[in-house]
């Protein structure tokens, strides 16, 4: 059975950082296409990133490239999220999620197959 695992989360001033990590279990990682989502309060979830299984494909929430970072780790089993200069808005819940033996990206939820319970983020001004 597959599960990912977010951590990385908690309370930041405006202008942090944080690092969001996920941690697949139960399927090989190296061939699966992993992205993050997140969910603001009240709001709908949203696309933040997308990376392919080999890394060299990765795509972004136009608003949010520059100051977010996708990547992975295959031999580390790991996908990690950069966020840089916070701001308040950025306040949800990130999700990852991946699909498996794919090697290209998605921005739709439904393409996903497996998702994260989620991990906090909340940043103050």
């Known amino acids: 059975q597959v599960q990912l695992v977010e951590s990385g989360g908690g309370f930041v001033q405006a202008g942090g950082s944080l690092r969001l990590s996920c941690e697949p279990s139960?399927?090989?990682?190296?061939?699966?296409?992993m992205g993050w989502f997140r969910q603001a309060p009240g709001k709908e979830r949203v696309f933040v990133a997308a990376?392919?299984?080999?890394?060299?494909?990765?795509d972004y929430a136009e608003d949010l490239q520059g100051r977010f970072t996708i990547s992975r780790d295959n031999a580390k089993n790991t996908l990690y999220l950069q966020m840089n200069s916070l701001k308040p808005e950025d306040t949800a819940v990130y999700y990852c999620?991946?699909?498996?033996?794919?090697?290209?990206?998605?921005?739709?939820?439904?393409?996903?197959?497996?998702w994260g319970q989620g991990t906090q983020v909340t940043v103050s001004s």
């Open positions: 139960g399927r090989t990682f190296s061939t699966s296409a």
């Open positions: 990376i392919s299984g080999n890394g060299d494909i990765t």
């Open positions: 999620a991946a699909r498996y033996s794919i090697n290209t990206v998605s921005r739709r939820e439904g393409w996903y197959a497996y």
